[in-house]
C-alpha cells in the first residue's frame, strides 16, 4: 500500500534541523572535566615509573582544581540546561531535560568536587604509607567524584540512577583497596547492602514509569497528579521503593546499619569521602526526586521523611554515645555514628518541604551541608594525622594539645562547629536555619526531637575536646605531618574559620529557591 501525497506530507516535519540539538559544553564542563582527569590518570598510570607515582595524586588534585573552576562560569545566576526534549518548533522547557545547571547544582557540585578535593590531598600520604595502588585509587576517585557532579544536575530517572551508581561503584573498590582483612569486609558490607538498595530503587523506577509514561522528573509529576485510578497503587508502591533506594545512600534509618563498619574498615580518607561526597549525592538526589518528581505526594514523603529524620538524627547519637575511649579504631566509629545523626539533620528540611508544597526549604539542607562538609573533612583530616603516631582510639587523643598544639585546635574547633558551640558559629547558625524550616512548615514534634539531639550530640562532642587539653597517659612521638596532610587540616579550619566569621556566605543559600 502506498501513501497518498496528503499522507506524506503529514509525516514530514516542517524544518528537520530544529530536531537536532547542540551540547552545552559549558554547563556540564565540571563533571566532564573530572571525567577526563579519570582517564588520564588511568593513562599516566601506565607510563609512569614506579618512583614518579605520587605525582598522579597531584594530577587528581588539579583535575578536581579544574572543575571548580569550570563551576564559576554557570555561577551568574541564569540557568543553563541540555539534553533536552525538542518539539517540531524547536521549543524547549528545563522540565523536559536531562541536565539543568541550576543553584541547587551549582551548590551540590561545588560540595562534591571540594570535598574530594580536600579528600585527594590527604589521601596522597596515605596512598604512600599505606602502599595502596596509586593509578587505581586516584582513577576510582575521580570516577566517584564525577557521578557525584553529575547527579544533582540530572532531571531524568534514568540518569540520577546512571550517576548514583557511579558514584557508588567505585566507592566499594576504594573501600576494599587496604590489603587487609578489615577492608575487604568493609567493602562486601557496603557492596551487598548497596546493591540490594539498587534493586529495590530500579524496582520502584519501573512502576513510576509505568504508571506515568515518562522518566523526567517534572513529566513524572505531571503523570503523577493526572495518574488514572487503577494506575495510583501501583505509582505510590513505586514512589515508596524509590525512596528506600535513595534513603540507604544517605545512611537513613534502618538503612544506616553498614556505615560504621564500612568507615572503620576503609582508608581513612575515603571514610571522610564518603561521609561528605557520597552522601552529599544521595541527599540531592533524595531532594530531587521528591521536591521535583513526587510532588503530588508531598504530605504523604513529608511525613515519611519526618519520621525517617527523628529515627536517624536520634539512632546515630545514641551511637555515638555509646562508644568507649579505650576500644580500636574508636575515633573513626564516633564520627561514624555522628555521620548519620547529622543525616538526620540533613533530611529535617526535606521533610519541611513536603509540609509546606514548595521547594524553598532545601536551602537549609543545601547550606546544612556545605557547613558539614568542611568540618567534617577536617575532622577525619586530623583523625588521619593522629592514626600516624598516637593510634586510633580516642583515649589516644589525650594530650594531643600539649604534643601538637595547632593539630589539636583545629579538631577541638571542628567538633565544636559539629556541636554547634562558639566560637564554631557557623555549626550554629547552620543548626538555626534547619529549626527554622521545621518550625515554619509546622512540625513543631520534629524541633523538639531535633533539640534533644543536639544536647545528646553536645555531650560526646564536649568529651573528645576536654580529651585533647588533658594530661597524656603516656608519652607519644609525634611524626612530623607530611606538607599534603598539613595543607588540607589548614585548608579546613581557614574556610571554616572564614564561615564562622561570615556566615552569610553559606547561609544565604537558604533565603530562596534554588531551582
Given at each position: 500500500m502506498t501513501l497518498s501525497a496528503p499522507d506524506a506530507t503529514s509525516l514530514a516535519v516542517a524544518n528537520p534541523g530544529t530536531l537536532v540539538q547542540s551540547i552545552d559544553w559549558v554547563a556540564i564542563a565540571p563533571p566532564l572535566i573530572a571525567a577526563l582527569a579519570a582517564l588520564g590518570v588511568l593513562l599516566a598510570d601506565l607510563f609512569l615509573p614506579a618512583g614518579r607515582k605520587k605525582a598522579l595524586g597531584w594530577l587528581t588534585a588539579g583535575g578536581l582544581a579544574l572543575a571548580l573552576i569550570a563551576l564559576l562560569p554557570l555561577a551568574t545566576g541564569h540557568t543553563r540546561s541540555t539534553f533536552c526534549l525538542r518539539t517540531v518548533a524547536a521549543a524547549t522547557d528545563n522540565g523536559l531535560c536531562s541536565y539543568v545547571a541550576d543553584d541547587f547544582a551549582l551548590a551540590f557540585q561545588l560540595l562534591a568536587l571540594g570535598g574530594a578535593l580536600i579528600a585527594a590531598l590527604f589521601s596522597v600520604h596515605t596512598v604512600e604509607e599505606e602502599k595502596l595502588p596509586g593509578g587505581e585509587?586516584?582513577?576510582?576517585?575521580?570516577?566517584?567524584?564525577?557521578?557525584?557532579?553529575?547527579?544533582?544536575?540530572?532531571?531524568?530517572?534514568?540518569?540520577?540512577?546512571?550517576?548514583?551508581?557511579?558514584?557508588?561503584?567505585?566507592?566499594?573498590?576504594?573501600?576494599?583497596?587496604?590489603?587487609?582483612?578489615?577492608?575487604?569486609?568493609?567493602?562486601?558490607?557496603?557492596?551487598?547492602?548497596?546493591?540490594?538498595?539498587?534493586?529495590?530503587?530500579?524496582?520502584?523506577?519501573?512502576?513510576?514509569?509505568?504508571?506515568?509514561?515518562?522518566?523526567?522528573?517534572?513529566?513524572?509529576?505531571?503523570?503523577?497528579?493526572?495518574?488514572?485510578?487503577?494506575?495510583?497503587?501501583?505509582?505510590?508502591?513505586?514512589?515508596?521503593?524509590?525512596?528506600?533506594?535513595?534513603?540507604?545512600?544517605?545512611?537513613?534509618?534502618?538503612?544506616?546499619?553498614?556505615?560504621?563498619?564500612?568507615?572503620?574498615?576503609?582508608?581513612?580518607?575515603?571514610?571522610?569521602?564518603?561521609?561528605?561526597?557520597?552522601?552529599?549525592?544521595?541527599?540531592?538526589?533524595?531532594?530531587?526526586?521528591?521536591?521535583?518528581?513526587?510532588?503530588?505526594?508531598?504530605?504523604?514523603?513529608?511525613?515519611?521523611?519526618?519520621?525517617?529524620?527523628?529515627?536517624?538524627?536520634?539512632?546515630?547519637?545514641?551511637?555515638?554515645?555509646?562508644?568507649?575511649g579505650s576500644t580500636a579504631h574508636s575515633a573513626v566509629r564516633l564520627l561514624a555514628w555522628s555521620s548519620i545523626g547529622q543525616a538526620g539533620y540533613l533530611l529535617v528540611p526535606l521533610a519541611a518541604a513536603g509540609y509546606a508544597g514548595s521547594d524553598q526549604p532545601i536551602g537549609a539542607t543545601v547550606a546544612y551541608a556545605l557547613i558539614y562538609g568542611v568540618v567534617n573533612l577536617g575532622a577525619f583530616a586530623v583523625v588521619a594525622a593522629v592514626g600516624r603516631s598516637a593510634g586510633s582510639r580516642l583515649d589516644d587523643y589525650a594530650g594531643l594539645f600539649a604534643r601538637r598544639r595547632w593539630t589539636a585546635l583545629a579538631l577541638a574547633f571542628f567538633l565544636l562547629c559539629l556541636a554547634g558551640l562558639p566560637p564554631g558559629v557557623v555549626g550554629l547558625f547552620g543548626k538555626v536555619v534547619v529549626f527554622r524550616a521545621a518550625v515554619d512548615a509546622g512540625l513543631g514534634w520534629l524541633a523538639v526531637v531535633m533539640a534533644v539531639n543536639v544536647v545528646i550530640a553536645l555531650y560526646y562532642y564536649l568529651v573528645w575536646t576536654a580529651k585533647l587539653f588533658a594530661p597524656a597517659e603516656r608519652?607519644?612521638?609525634?611524626?612530623?605531618?607530611?606538607?599534603?596532610?598539613?595543607?588540607?587540616?589548614?585548608?579546613?579550619?581557614?574556610?571554616?574559620?572564614?564561615?564562622?566569621?561570615?556566615?552569610?556566605?553559606?547561609?544565604?543559600?537558604?533565603?530562596?529557591?534554588?531551582?
Open positions: 585509587y586516584w582513577f576510582l576517585l575521580l570516577s566517584s567524584a564525577t557521578g557525584a557532579a553529575l547527579l544533582p544536575a540530572s532531571r531524568d530517572l534514568a540518569t540520577l540512577i546512571i550517576a548514583l551508581e557511579v558514584t557508588s561503584l567505585p566507592a566499594f573498590a576504594l573501600v576494599g583497596l587496604r590489603r587487609d582483612g578489615r577492608g575487604a569486609e568493609a567493602a562486601l558490607k557496603f557492596f551487598l547492602s548497596s546493591v540490594t538498595a539498587t534493586a529495590v530503587m530500579l524496582l520502584g523506577v519501573s512502576f513510576v514509569y509505568a504508571a506515568t509514561g515518562s522518566l523526567h522528573l517534572a513529566a513524572v509529576a505531571d503523570g503523577l497528579s493526572h495518574a488514572p485510578g487503577q494506575l495510583k497503587p501501583l505509582a505510590e508502591a513505586g514512589a515508596a521503593l524509590t525512596l528506600v533506594g535513595f534513603a540507604f545512600k544517605v545512611a537513613a534509618v534502618p538503612f544506616h546499619f553498614w556505615l560504621p563498619d564500612t568507615y572503620t574498615g576503609a582508608p581513612v580518607p575515603v571514610a571522610g569521602y564518603l561521609s561528605v561526597v557520597g552522601k552529599a549525592a544521595g541527599l540531592s538526589g533524595l531532594a530531587l526526586i521528591t521536591t521535583i518528581g513526587f510532588r503530588p505526594y508531598g504530605h504523604t514523603w513529608g511525613l515519611a521523611l519526618a519520621v525517617l529524620a527523628a529515627l536517624t538524627m536520634t539512632a546515630g547519637n545514641v551511637g555515638a554515645l555509646r562508644q568507649r608519652p607519644v612521638t609525634d611524626r612530623r605531618l607530611p606538607a599534603p596532610l598539613a595543607a588540607t587540616l589548614g585548608l579546613t579550619a581557614v574556610v571554616a574559620a572564614v564561615l564562622s566569621v561570615a556566615p552569610q556566605l553559606v547561609l544565604q543559600v537558604a533565603g530562596g529557591s534554588l531551582f
